[in-house]
């Protein structure tokens, strides 16, 4: 998967409406390609998700970010039929965030933030949750393979 594709390849167009995305904005980091999906325009009040492909376990672990105040333990749990780990990060932004092996050595990271207190926390996870299921089938529709 390439920078350029990513957005397009994990959530359709109509996907992205459905979530209400503002705007679609591909990255590419060493070993990872990603998609911030902005709900809204508002720098000093970020929501949306980021959708993101690691090419293999070094890439997914040089990511980690210790800095958050609160994180959660992560949660096993299933997407898709596949394992996953869920996690919630606590902070000025909430963040929910699920992670999956999508074989190959790759690594699906799903994350929906949000300002604090403006989403519960079951509706944060489910709303990740739901996003993750909707880029597995994307992904299994399309390949992940070469990201």
């Known amino acids: 998967m390439v920078e350029s ?4 390849v994990t959530l359709t167009e109509a996907e992205q409406e459905a979530i209400g995305a503002w705007e679609a904005e591909p990255l590419a980091g060493e070993g990872e390609v990603s998609c911030y999906f902005s709900m809204t325009p508002d720098e000093e009040n970020p929501a949306g998700y980021v959708v993101s492909v690691f ?6 672990l040089e990511t980690v970010d210790g800095t958050d105040p609160s994180p959660t333990k992560a949660v096993p749990v299933l997407a898709k039929g596949r394992g996953a780990a869920r996690q919630v990060m606590y902070g000025d932004d909430w963040r ?3 992670t999956v092996d999508i074989g190959a050595g790759q690594f699906l990271f799903v994350e929906r933030y949000a300002p604090a207190h403006v989403v519960s926390e079951q509706d944060l996870l489910a709303q990740a949750h739901k996003v993750t299921e ?14």
């Open 5 to 8: 594709s990513v957005c397009a």
């Open 55 to 60: 090419r293999n376990e070094k890439a997914l």
């Open 96 to 98: 929910a965030s699920l």
């Open 134 to 147: 909707q880029v597995l089938e994307n992904l299994e529709k399309g390949g992940a393979r070469g990201a």
